[in-house]
């Protein structure tokens, strides 16, 4: 089996992947620099509300940043609203804050945002799909949804018999259902709804592939039928503003993330604030500036740390 078609990434190959998928992201607006703090304390003054992706901003896998909970609980005292937007989306809603519960940190219910959310809020746009194959973690069960499902695992007729695809998490993904999920969209197109679309994100040991890089390479052969949900798309936000329940001008805003492609653009993209995080996420390797450079994603502001 090609391990290309579903490979183990460094943040150089996963760069240029989005670069090369650059035509399927948001437009946006940047800033000609980036102004460099120490923080975003120092920045707060100018801010209302702060929108924290996750991974490589407030953990890396399973392990909470050094001074994030601390950091969020100092804006949450100063009056900042601040929520979570992750692209995570193997967790429903209850894991979801559990999962930031414990690794310590006190985001009230309604400030936690998954991607996941809004794919599954979207499936109701697809009435004729009356069964979905869903790539999903070890243990899910298809209860979780509100449509009809079946996990996509190793046998074939899971893919050929499904109305629509909708891809969760990659955790339990192989180069092997990814050739089998391809060769099905070649034999009858249908629905892909990809609800992280991450390419890649940070753990303690490197990085893992996630479902952004399956759905990118479905948009290859059918970019009509693909819809992605998440950062630096457009539905995640949307639940955000619902959940804050006041209007607040976009510049008071501050997206604060770990990757130029999907939380940088994204948070641009809504004429928010952004703010790169550059030490513990996709970009901690690299030379930062090289890559705003070659990118043209420019943050409002680049920080080592929250």
């Known amino acids: 089996m090609n391990p290309d078609l579903f490979p183990e990434l460094g943040a150089p190959a996963a760069f240029a992947r989005y670069e090369a998928v650059r035509h399927r992201l948001p437009n946006a607006v940047f800033p000609s620099q980036a102004r460099r703090a120490a923080n975003l304390g120092e920045i707060s003054e100018s801010i209302d509300v702060f929108v924290f992706d996750a991974f490589g901003v407030l953990n890396v896998g399973e392990t909470p940043i050094a001074g994030a909970r601390e950091r969020?609980?100092?804006?949450?005292?100063?009056?900042?609203?601040?929520?979570?937007?992750?692209?995570?989306?193997?967790?429903?809603?209850?894991?979801?804050?559990?999962?930031?519960?414990?690794?310590g940190f006190d985001f009230p219910d309604e400030c936690i945002v998954a991607s996941r959310m809004a794919a599954e809020r979207s499936l109701t746009a697809y009435p004729d799909a009356r069964r979905w194959g869903v790539a999903a973690p070890p243990g899910f069960d298809t209860a979780e949804l509100a449509v009809t499902a079946t996990v996509l695992r190793d046998e074939p007729e899971s893919y050929e018999t499904v109305d629509g695809f909708l891809l969760l998490s990659s955790s339990d993904w192989s180069p092997m259902r990814q050739s089998m999920l391809e060769d099905a969209m070649r034999q009858r197109a249908r629905p892909v709804v990809v609800a992280n679309p991450d390419l890649v994100a940070p753990r303690e040991d490197g990085f893992s592939t996630e479902p952004g890089w399956a759905g990118h390479r479905l948009a290859d052969i059918d970019e009509t039928r693909v819809t992605f949900h998440g950062k630096p798309f457009g539905s995640v936000y949307d639940i955000v503003r619902e959940r804050l329940g006041i209007d607040i001008a976009p510049h008071r805003f501050c997206m604060v993330g770990d990757t130029l492609h999907t939380d940088i653009l994204g948070g641009a993209s809504q004429g928010w604030k952004t703010a790169l995080v550059s030490d513990h996420g996709l970009l901690r390797t690299m030379d930062i500036d090289v890559a705003i450079t070659q990118s043209g994603i420019v943050p409002d502001f680049i920080v080592p740390s929250i």
């Open 72 to 103: 969020v609980a100092a804006l949450v005292a100063a009056g900042k609203r601040c929520f979570v937007v992750t692209n995570a989306a193997s967790y429903g809603k209850a894991a979801a804050i559990a999962k930031f519960r414990r690794l």
